[in-house]
């Protein structure tokens, strides 16, 4: 069997903390993963391969809460190569307290699917900030650094 044409990627898979040690054997558009302890190990395999994303985690500013930033995460991974440019859109971004653990503060972000999520909550500086608090949490750009 001729192997010049075959090209091996070895790469950790991430989709849980066993961490197997893939092997994933190229040939042309065909690919055979090996090494995987479970059929995660492959899909995860020939999706880097084919089309790599990633869950962003990071922080947003927030508008009047008892903390200055929110943990969130996009709802679902993004292509990897748009990374970046989410982090650097969300860096624009700030949103009103309170916010609740779980809520979708902006959906569809550069039009790539995914929503972001908070990860956990911020209450409001005070009562009746919370009860004058707009029913939708617009998102405002951030113009002068300034809050
Ligand atoms: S191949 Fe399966 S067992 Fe191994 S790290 Fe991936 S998900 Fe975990």
């Known amino acids: 069997m ?3 044409d075959l090209i091996i990627h070895e790469l950790i898979c991430i ?5 197997c040690h893939l092997k994933i054997r190229q040939r042309e558009r065909s690919w055979l993963v090996s090494g995987n302890r479970c059929p995660r190990g492959e899909t995860y395999g020939i999706q880097e ?6 869950i962003i985690t990071t922080t947003v500013r927030v508008r009047g809460g008892v903390r200055p930033v929110v943990s969130v995460k996009t709802s679902q991974p993004v292509p990897k190569a748009k990374v970046f440019e989410v982090i650097r859109e969300l860096a ?5 307290a309170p ?7 902006f959906s569809n972000l ?9 990860t956990r909550s911020v209450e ?3 009562k009746n900030q919370t009860e004058s608090r707009a029913k ?3 998102a405002f750009p951030v113009t002068n650094g300034i809050a």
């Open 2 to 4: 001729d192997n010049s």
């Open 15 to 19: 989709s849980c903390p066993m961490g």
């Open 49 to 54: 391969m084919t089309d790599p994303r990633r």
């Open 92 to 96: 624009q971004l700030e949103f009103n």
């Open 99 to 105: 916010i609740q653990a779980g809520e979708v503060l």
């Open 110 to 118: 550069l039009g790539l699917g995914a929503d972001i999520l908070a």
């Open 124 to 126: 409001a500086q005070g």
């Open 136 to 138: 939708t949490n617009a």
